[in-house]
C-alpha cells in the first residue's frame, strides 16, 4: 500500500513537505505543490482523513444546513460551494433542517457536536434565537447564507431592495393592477426572505400611490403558483401583472394564464426572482442573483475563516433585472 515516505521519494521531497502540500497548509512553493500531488496522483495515495485529523486537529470537512434538498436555488447554492472546497481538499455533509421541532432539535444537539465538521454554512433558515445560541455554542467558524440570523456573519441579497426593483420594473411598464404572489410572516420582517420581498413590494406600490396591492399566498413552487396565479386571474377584476417570488412559482403563473387562453404578455405580464436555468427557454424576465456564485463565495467565507482563524464579514450579494419577452406595456 503506497504511503507518504513513497510520495515523498516520488518527488524528491520530505514526508513533512508532502503533508504540507496536500493538506494546502503551511508555506511552500506552488511548483513542489504541483510535483507533489502529480506523485501522489500517480501512485494513488490519498490522504487518511482520520490520520489528516489526529495530526491537524481538523477534520478537512464542512457541514452545510439547508432546509430543502429538492429545490433548484439550493442545488445550484451547493454546487457553487464544492466548486471552491473540493480543490482545497474539504468534503461537504449536508444536515437537512425541517420545521419540525425534534428533528431541529436533532440537528442542532446531536449531529453537529459529533466534531465531524471544521466549519458551517448556514443557508436561507429563519433560526429562533436559542437556535442561534446552540450553533454559536458549538465554537466553529459559521458563515449564513440569506436570511439567518443578526448575531451570525451573513451573506446576503437586499430582498426588499430586489422586489422593489421587479415592481418598479412593472410599475415603469405602466401596470397597476400588479399582483404578488409569495409568503409573508405577520410584523417585522426580520430576516425572513419571503417578507422582505413582500415588504420591498408593498413599499414599491404605496409609493407608486396604489394603497392595497393586490397578494395571493403560496409555497415556493411552480404548483403553488399555478393555484394561486388561477386564483388571482379569475377574480373580477384581475391584475395586469404578477411579480412571483420564485422563478418557479412564475412559471405556474405563465402555466395559469395559457389554460385561461391569456396571451404573455399582451394581456398578462409576469415576473420572477432567481435567474433559473429554464427562465430563458420560458422568455420570464427575472431578478437573476446568481446562485452558484452565492455558493462559491460562502465557500470562500468559511475557508477563510477557518484558515485564518477570523470571522467571517457580513457581505452584500449583487442582484440584477433581465429583461425578456413575458413582461410588456398593458395591452
Same mark, same amino acid.
Given at each position: 500500500?503506497?504511503?507518504?515516505?513513497?510520495?515523498?521519494?516520488?518527488?524528491?521531497?520530505?514526508?513533512?513537505?508532502?503533508?504540507?502540500?496536500?493538506?494546502?497548509?503551511?508555506?511552500?512553493?506552488?511548483?513542489?505543490?504541483?510535483?507533489?500531488?502529480?506523485?501522489?496522483?500517480?501512485?494513488?495515495?490519498?490522504?487518511?482523513?482520520?490520520?489528516?485529523?489526529?495530526?491537524?486537529?481538523?477534520?478537512?470537512?464542512?457541514?452545510?444546513?439547508?432546509?430543502?434538498?429538492?429545490?433548484?436555488?439550493?442545488?445550484?447554492?451547493?454546487?457553487?460551494?464544492?466548486?471552491?472546497?473540493?480543490?482545497?481538499?474539504?468534503?461537504?455533509?449536508?444536515?437537512?433542517?425541517?420545521?419540525?421541532?425534534?428533528?431541529?432539535?436533532?440537528?442542532?444537539?446531536?449531529?453537529?457536536?459529533? +466534531? $465531524?465538521?471544521?466549519? *458551517?454554512? !448556514?443557508?436561507?433558515? %429563519? #433560526?429562533?434565537?436559542?437556535?442561534?445560541?446552540? @450553533? =454559536?455554542? &458549538?465554537?466553529?467558524?459559521?458563515?449564513?447564507?440569506?436570511?439567518?440570523? +443578526? $448575531?451570525?456573519?451573513? *451573506?446576503? !441579497?437586499?430582498?426588499? %431592495? #430586489?422586489?422593489?426593483?421587479?415592481?418598479?420594473? @412593472? =410599475?415603469? &411598464?405602466?401596470?397597476?393592477?400588479?399582483?404578488?404572489?409569495?409568503?409573508?410572516?405577520?410584523?417585522?420582517?426580520?430576516?425572513?426572505?419571503?417578507?422582505?420581498?413582500?415588504?420591498?413590494?408593498?413599499?414599491?406600490?404605496?409609493?407608486?400611490?396604489?394603497?392595497?396591492?393586490?397578494?395571493?399566498?403560496?409555497?415556493?413552487?411552480?404548483?403553488?403558483?399555478?393555484?394561486?396565479?388561477?386564483?388571482?386571474?379569475?377574480?373580477?377584476?384581475?391584475?395586469?401583472?404578477?411579480?412571483?417570488?420564485?422563478?418557479?412559482?412564475?412559471?405556474?403563473?405563465?402555466?395559469?394564464?395559457?389554460?385561461?387562453?391569456?396571451?404573455?404578455?399582451?394581456?398578462?405580464?409576469?415576473?420572477?426572482?432567481?435567474?433559473?436555468?429554464?427562465?430563458?427557454?420560458?422568455?420570464?424576465?427575472?431578478?437573476?442573483?446568481?446562485?452558484?456564485?452565492?455558493?462559491?463565495?460562502?465557500?470562500?467565507?468559511?475557508?477563510?475563516?477557518?484558515?485564518?482563524?477570523?470571522?467571517?464579514?457580513?457581505?452584500?450579494?449583487?442582484?440584477?433585472?433581465?429583461?425578456?419577452?413575458?413582461?410588456?406595456?398593458?395591452?
Amino acid at each position: 500500500m503506497t504511503g507518504i515516505d513513497d510520495v515523498a521519494r516520488a518527488a524528491g521531497v520530505s514526508a513533512a513537505t508532502v503533508s504540507r502540500a496536500l493538506s494546502g497548509r503551511g508555506r511552500i512553493s506552488d511548483a513542489t505543490r504541483v510535483r507533489v500531488r502529480a506523485a501522489a496522483a500517480e501512485l494513488g495515495y490519498v490522504v487518511s482523513s482520520a490520520a489528516s485529523s489526529l495530526a491537524t486537529g481538523r477534520t478537512a470537512n464542512i457541514g452545510v444546513v439547508v432546509p430543502l434538498l429538492d429545490r433548484w436555488f439550493f442545488a445550484n447554492v451547493l454546487d457553487g460551494i464544492a466548486s471552491r472546497l473540493a480543490p482545497r481538499g474539504y468534503d461537504i455533509t449536508l444536515y437537512s433542517m425541517s420545521d419540525d421541532p425534534d428533528q431541529r432539535a436533532g440537528v442542532l444537539d446531536v449531529s453537529l457536536r459529533r +466534531g $465531524r465538521v471544521d466549519g *458551517l454554512i !448556514v443557508l436561507s433558515l %429563519a #433560526l429562533s434565537e436559542n437556535e442561534v445560541d446552540r @450553533l =454559536l455554542s &458549538l465554537g466553529l467558524p459559521i458563515v449564513g447564507l440569506g436570511a439567518t440570523s +443578526g $448575531r451570525l456573519p451573513v *451573506l446576503r !441579497v437586499d430582498d426588499s %431592495a #430586489l422586489a422593489r426593483l421587479a415592481t418598479e420594473h @412593472l =410599475l415603469g &411598464l405602466g401596470h397597476r393592477r400588479i399582483a404578488h404572489i409569495g409568503f409573508s410572516l405577520d410584523g417585522d420582517p426580520g430576516f425572513d426572505i419571503p417578507s422582505l420581498r413582500r415588504h420591498g413590494f408593498d413599499a414599491a406600490m404605496t409609493d407608486a400611490g396604489v394603497a392595497t396591492p393586490l397578494f395571493a399566498p403560496a409555497d415556493f413552487t411552480i404548483d403553488d403558483g399555478h393555484r394561486a396565479a388561477g386564483a388571482l386571474l379569475d377574480a373580477a377584476d384581475p391584475p395586469t401583472a404578477i411579480f412571483a417570488a420564485s422563478d418557479e412559482m412564475a412559471f405556474g403563473a405563465l402555466f395559469a394564464a395559457r389554460e385561461r387562453g391569456l396571451d404573455v404578455p399582451r394581456d398578462l405580464s409576469v415576473i420572477g426572482v432567481d435567474g433559473h436555468e429554464m427562465s430563458g427557454f420560458f422568455g420570464l424576465t427575472t431578478i437573476a442573483q446568481f446562485p452558484h456564485a452565492q455558493g462559491e463565495r460562502a465557500g470562500e467565507a468559511v475557508l477563510r475563516a477557518i484558515e485564518e482563524g477570523t470571522d467571517a464579514a457580513d457581505q452584500t450579494l449583487p442582484f440584477e433585472l433581465v429583461r425578456r419577452s413575458s413582461t410588456a406595456p398593458p395591452g
